[in-house]
């Protein structure tokens, strides 16, 4: 869900928390294995937003954000160990997992130097929900009967249970935050959907599963044989995508749930944030897959 962040919500805070985080990221063996990732903008724009919205010292709120995306980023190394697995050297899956793990652990430290205890439970909770949410996309990969709604609340879980436990620790009493968090984590999950190209083979994305929705018999017959691998017919893939409007279909998605956050902004009355999301705006809109399928928006 990576977007490219330009601009500063506060000038220079958010410089300081970078350094920070790839500081804490750092390791003298790991990083010469292991490339720190990229750090997720969503993520930092909105740890840091709620973080400036509450009455937090510029030090607690560049530990608490930094803490925020060490576990978000420790979580996500994790589902790339099949990437680093199929590496011919073994340290390369061995350090993936250490890598995760050294990163997300930080948090113990962090927090408690801090003295934030409750926010140490808040997002131990989080991480349960996150690894709870992965297990049950992850079973059964080739079932497509998960509805479009369910894919989308584990996601959810996985992308906004970190900002909403930061959320509910630290801005319970300011409720637009729960619709930012939430309707943003959403547009960005409709926007990478609507974005990514059908390929084979068929896996259990957000596009796939809408498309199965509204395939008539004969097109699910034909679908659970592409799905055991006895036919392969990308064209018809792509043609059926066509057929049912997908791209159209998440697009406006994507556009509904952007619309929802402008609102939620507006009224949450959060100086500057609205024009630092409007870049991500443009982000999670700007490509137009249209062209792949011959779909108009």
Known sequence: MQVQHRTDLQPGTEREIRTKIYNEMDHAYLTRWIQAPVLESLQLILASAIASAASL???ERERIVATLMLIYHGLA???DIEEYTAREDERYRQLGVLAGVYYSSKYYRLLAEAGQIELMGSFARAIQAINEAKAELERDTSDFTMTPGRWLELQESIHG????ALRRTYAA???HWDDIVTHLVRAALYAKAWQEKPALPVTRTLANLTLWQQANSEERKWWKQLVAGKVSDLNRLLSLHVKYG???TLFQHAEDEIGTVEHAVLL???PGLLEELRTVFDQLTEVRPIARLGEEA
Request: glycine share 0%; net charge negative; aromatic share 0%.
């Open 57 to 59: 010292t510029a030090a």
């Open 77 to 79: 190394v994790h589902d």
């Open 161 to 164: 249970a970190l900002l909403h």
């Open 173 to 175: 009493d300011q409720p």
């Open 246 to 248: 997908t791209s159209s």
């Open 268 to 270: 949450a009355d959060v």
